[in-house]
């Protein structure tokens, strides 16, 4: 199926009151969620800026969170229902957030993308991201290593327009 924009949801931010939405969405959406603890703990961090992708109706299908301090972001958390993906989702949250990252003096953005999740390090690639390193036995669920993915926003120019490939990525 090919990645669509999707017109049907509208990028918002989320504040940590809607902390159990965004638990629901990340429970859905991987085979090792997060634990709550760490999503409310996230999400009240005074550092964590979230997004999200939510219907008409006020459903949250998506969310983005991030942490930002001076000019370096942290791509944390990204994570699509599985029956919202391959609509352009993902990409446009990542989108949204880089433009609200650039407009507050952010350079670098970075993240980690589980080294077996190819579809994942794909997606990011498609956004301008590039892979600078790993990080060996990252998570704590598997022991396995993490890629880490860096994108200049400075330098950056047209890999902001080009389509990401698909919506599986979510740092996992």
Do not use: K
């Amino acid at each position: 199926m090919p990645v669509t924009d999707d017109p049907a949801v509208r990028i918002v931010g989320v504040p940590p009151s809607r902390w159990l939405e965004v638990l629901r969405v990340e429970a859905a959406s991987f085979e090792h969620p997060w634990d709550p603890g760490t999503v409310r703990d996230v999400l009240h961090s005074r550092f964590c800026l979230a997004l999200g992708a939510e219907t008409p109706e006020g459903r949250l299908v998506a969310h983005l969170l991030y942490a930002v301090q001076g000019g370096l972001c942290h791509l944390l958390d990204l994570a699509v229902l599985p029956e919202w993906r391959r609509r352009g989702i993902g990409a446009r949250l990542v989108r949204e957030a880089q433009d609200r990252m650039r407009a507050e003096g952010v350079e670098f953005v970075f993240l980690e993308v589980r080294a077996s999740n190819e579809s994942g390090q794909a997606f990011y690639r498609g956004l301008g991201f590039e892979p600078v390193g790993r990080r060996p036995g990252y998570y704590p669920d598997t022991g396995e290593d993490a890629v880490v993915m860096i994108r200049d926003l400075v330098a950056g120019g047209a890999a902001d327009r080009r389509p990401a490939t698909d919506d599986r990525s979510h740092g996992e």
